[in-house]
């Protein structure tokens, strides 16, 4: 196992000296049985591995480019499960692994787009890493002009409301999307008319290496709801359980017609920007490490083994199935064929009757 993962795996251990036992048992959140909360962290630990793995693929010099979503994991999970898969669409942006992961992308897929391989089901392995695009899973792709998704997405909500269809709209950026004009067009657009979508910003304090006070006035992103017309809600983002409720109630609200929410939910980058960023160069080791303390999935183990509904055994069975998938689908996706120059032109224009 490379030693990002092993570091990775080990620091969301850190800490849990509790024993296998249940220690109190409590009524489980509304929409959420005890298997599905355990496929929630399931996809949790799938997606930091896979990260890790992207990280360790790029120190090797075998894909160019990484983008870590470590720290945010919770927060994506839960709003994938807030929505009815199939139905609803997510436009995510490049930092939702595990939001891609939860809505319907597997390992092979994710790690065909980094390795940029020929039958890359995203763009045929033209396409910057994380540029996920599956219409036939309701997963629009992103934009790499920042915040430029944004009004994309309120444009399909915009779509399906004139339609008169009860599909909502999942939109995500981090908090630095908010400085952009066409975030605050597409929000003015949204509240305007009222549209069935939910913004999600996943606030990690930095856009690359701008902290949120030299980027904002306000102490949350979620205050300048209300100069849209309607409602700013922020939850922590490393809590699973309470994004989710939250999310839901979001979503609950724009299918039946009432219109957008903001949530804003606070998370924390773990890693660098990027694998061509240095995060040291505008904060130090101890910050870092002081918001490892903050990893969403020793936290959600614990309040998992706290209900009877996982023990250390189970947790160790499923690390491991996880480790299994990512190393098989490494190994598989390396040795597929790269795109030639006979794919050059391949859905680059139109093919077939225009009608």
Known sequence: MPALEEESLANASNDLSMKSEPKIRVSLPEGLSAETLREMYGRMVLTRLCDDRAFALN?????????????????????????????????????????????????????????????????????????????????????????????????????????????????????????????HEAMNFAGIHQLPVVFMCENNEFAISVPQKLQMAVANVADRAAAYGFPGVICDGTDVVATYSVVREAVERARSGDGPTLVEAKVYRAMSHTS???????????????????????RFEAWLKDRGLLDDATIKQMKQQAQAEVDEATDWAEAQPP???ADLYTHVYASGPLS
């Open 59 to 183: 120190r090797q010099g075998k894909i160019p480019f990484a983008a870590t979503c470590q720290g945010h994991e919770a927060a994506q999970v839960a709003a994938a499960y807030a929505l009815k898969r199939g139905t609803d669409w997510v436009v995510p942006y490049y930092r939702d692994t595990a939001l891609a992961l939860a809505y319907g992308v597997t390992p092979r897929e994710q790690l065909m787009c980094l390795f940029a391989r020929k039958d890359d089901i995203f763009s045929s392995g033209r396409q910057f890493p994380n540029h996920y695009s599956v219409p036939d899973r309701k997963i629009a792709s992103i934009s790499s002009i920042i915040a430029a998704h944004v009004t994309h997405g309120v444009g399909m909500a915009l779509a399906f409301a004139m339609r008169k269809e009860p599909i909502v709209t999942l939109i995500t950026f981090g908090e630095g999307s908010t400085s952009e004009g066409e975030w």
């Open 339 to 341: 795109p030639t120059e």
């Open 276 to 298: 061509d960023d240095n995060q040291l160069t505008y904060r130090t080791q101890d910050e870092v490490d002081a918001l490892k303390a903050r990893d969403p999935i020793p």
